[in-house]
């Protein structure tokens, strides 16, 4: 579960790397690679492409570890404390110091957990990315709410890894530079996170012909959309994406994983209930706009009826 972005943060106000130049995906360059739509789009028409985030598809894995971490640790704690009070444990060999060190360093854990699950508890349902194809702006909901708005063609787009165990898995990333084309102010990225490099590049590909050649260029390859515009995101809809991550494994991987993805399932639902809905400011809802004779409209309303 890779939460690379989110925790840790993307590294800012530092030098493009190398890498990265080599691994640029430039605007006007056309791929040939089977496009990608990675469960991202939650609507797209003539005007704008609205995705969901990088950390989307695995909503909910923060918060189960998180409450997981913080419960164990604070029952341990609150049982130490009751022992001693209770006379369960006497003071002998210095018993009581060891008891209450060890109660105090579990809840410093307990309170360590705490923090992780709040990383996704009560903050906003998704993290949305817009690409106005007739403004050519990209538009993206930062973590703390504010927007970052910049024009598409002075984004360098690259491809970024993930880190220390995720270190093998691939995005899509955006690096908004400074004047002097070195210096990495701000770093985004899409939804993709995968293990193979042609599938975050067929990612890119899909949103760049999106912008490039227009919604004809792609419309085929959506076939579903995330139903999360201006509302949670239902129960169901939450417990069939935990279990989508999975659609590819082998049938004795998915009843191992059964048991967790229930739990993750629970967790993103527990998310969702108490997170915020995400708005954007007047000025870009402004923008974001389609007519009522757009053939290209792709909504939620295309899934089926139990995940609309």
């Given at each position: 579960?890779?939460?690379?972005?989110?925790?840790?943060?993307?590294?800012?106000?530092?030098?493009?790397?190398?890498?990265?130049?080599?691994?640029?995906?430039?605007?006007?360059?056309?791929?040939?690679?089977?496009?990608q739509?990675?469960?991202a789009?939650?609507?797209?028409?003539?005007?704008?492409?609205?995705?969901?985030?990088?950390?989307?598809?695995?909503?909910?894995?923060?918060?189960?570890?998180?409450?997981?971490i913080?419960?164990?640790?604070l029952?341990?704690?609150?049982?130490?404390?009751?022992?001693?009070?209770?006379g369960?444990?006497?003071?002998?060999?210095?018993?009581w110091?060891?008891a209450?060190?060890?109660?105090?360093?579990?809840?410093?854990?307990?309170?360590?957990?705490?923090?992780?699950?709040?990383?996704?508890?009560f903050?906003?349902?998704?993290?949305?990315?817009?690409?106005?194809?007739?403004?050519?702006?990209?538009?993206?909901?930062?973590?703390?709410?504010?927007?970052?708005?910049?024009?598409?063609?002075?984004?360098?787009?690259?491809?970024?890894?993930?880190?220390?165990?995720?270190?093998?898995?691939?995005?899509?990333?955006?690096?908004?530079?400074?004047?002097?084309?070195?210096?990495v102010?701000?770093?985004?990225?899409f939804?993709?996170?995968?293990?193979?490099?042609?599938?975050?590049?067929?990612?890119?590909?899909?949103?760049?012909?999106?912008?490039?050649?227009?919604?004809?260029?792609?419309?085929?390859?959506?076939?579903?959309?995330?139903?999360?515009?201006?509302?949670?995101?239902?129960?169901?809809?939450?417990?069939?994406?935990?279990?989508?991550?999975?659609?590819?494994?082998?049938?004795?991987?998915?009843?191992?994983?059964?048991?967790?993805?229930?739990l993750?399932?629970w967790?993103?639902?527990?998310?969702?209930?108490?997170?915020?809905?995400?708005q954007?400011?007047?000025d870009?809802?402004?923008?974001?706009?389609?007519?009522?004779?757009?053939?290209?409209?792709?909504?939620?309303?295309?899934?089926?009826?139990?995940?609309?």
């Amino acid at each position: 579960m890779d939460n690379t972005g989110l925790l840790p943060r993307f590294t800012n106000n530092r030098p493009v790397t190398p890498w990265e130049r080599e691994k640029q995906l430039k605007q006007k360059q056309r791929r040939d690679v089977p496009l990608q739509s990675q469960l991202a789009v939650v609507k797209m028409n003539s005007t704008f492409l609205l995705s969901v985030d990088r950390w989307y598809g695995t909503r909910g894995f923060l918060a189960l570890v998180g409450l997981a971490i913080a419960a164990l640790c604070l029952y341990f704690a609150g049982n130490f404390v009751w022992l001693v009070a209770s006379g369960a444990i006497p003071n002998e060999n210095g018993l009581w110091p060891v008891a209450f060190g060890g109660s105090g360093v579990l809840a410093l854990l307990g309170l360590l957990g705490s923090w992780m699950a709040c990383k996704e508890l009560f903050r906003w349902t998704y993290y949305p990315i817009a690409l106005d194809r007739q403004r050519r702006m990209v538009h993206v909901f930062r973590l703390d709410g504010t927007v970052l708005s910049v024009p598409w063609d002075k984004v360098f787009f690259t491809l970024g890894r993930g880190k220390g165990l995720n270190a093998a898995s691939w995005d899509v990333r955006g690096l908004v530079l400074d004047a002097d084309g070195k210096t990495v102010r701000e770093t985004f990225a899409f939804s993709i996170v995968t293990g193979r490099e042609v599938n975050a590049v067929g990612h890119w590909e899909f949103l760049r012909r999106y912008m490039e050649e227009g919604p004809a260029a792609v419309i085929d390859t959506v076939k579903f959309c995330m139903p999360v515009d201006g509302r949670r995101e239902p129960p169901g809809v939450s417990s069939e994406r935990i279990f989508a991550n999975d659609a590819q494994a082998p049938g004795i991987m998915r009843l191992i994983m059964y048991p967790f993805n229930l739990l993750h399932a629970w967790a993103r639902m527990l998310v969702m209930r108490t997170s915020r809905i995400p708005q954007w400011p007047a000025d870009v809802a402004a923008t974001l706009t389609v007519t009522g004779d757009d053939s290209y409209v792709r909504d939620a309303s295309i899934n089926p009826p139990d995940l609309r």
